[in-house]
């Protein structure tokens, strides 16, 4: 489920299902995204420019923004452009229109896709990647460690996850 967070110049817009848990979000902004504050997201705590900067690294699609001040909307390549991440997902930037396994549609300007079969949130990944050990070629991405990822090769338990209250 999309949540929203709204600041005074921008809007920012999280989905914890699609959420993969690479920590650019807590790495790059902690004064924005802080997991031990209520709501985790704080979209007036910096410049706007700089929210949506990071809101566009987010490689899952699970942070979107909004301006609220006039600034410009994302502008997602075109076309789209597929990237595997070794060991993962296909990481999409562009805009994609994802089917849900309920039937629900939504256009997004990022997603991360299962390529690895396992995910329980198809056409997303679900970082179940981790739990069957899945192998194969694709580019390495940093992964930061927080109280939401202990460790780079365990999935996480989202039902802990505290940006999901
Ligand atoms: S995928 Fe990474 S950058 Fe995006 S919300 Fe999750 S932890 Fe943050
Ligand atoms: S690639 Fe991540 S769950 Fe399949």
Redesign the pocket.
Known sequence: MRRTYRGANVEVS?DLE?????????RRLPET?ALDRRPWISPDAVDADDVVA?VE???????QYRRLDGGPDERAPNPAVVTPMRNGPLLVRGRVEVRREDGTVEVLPRA?LCRCGSSANKPFCDNSHLRIAFRAPGELFRI?LSP??RAVDQPLDRARDPRGS
């Open positions: 999280f699609q959420c993969i848990h690479v920590g650019e979000c807590l995204f990071v690294r987010c490689p899952s699609g699970a942070l991360a930061e939401v990822r």
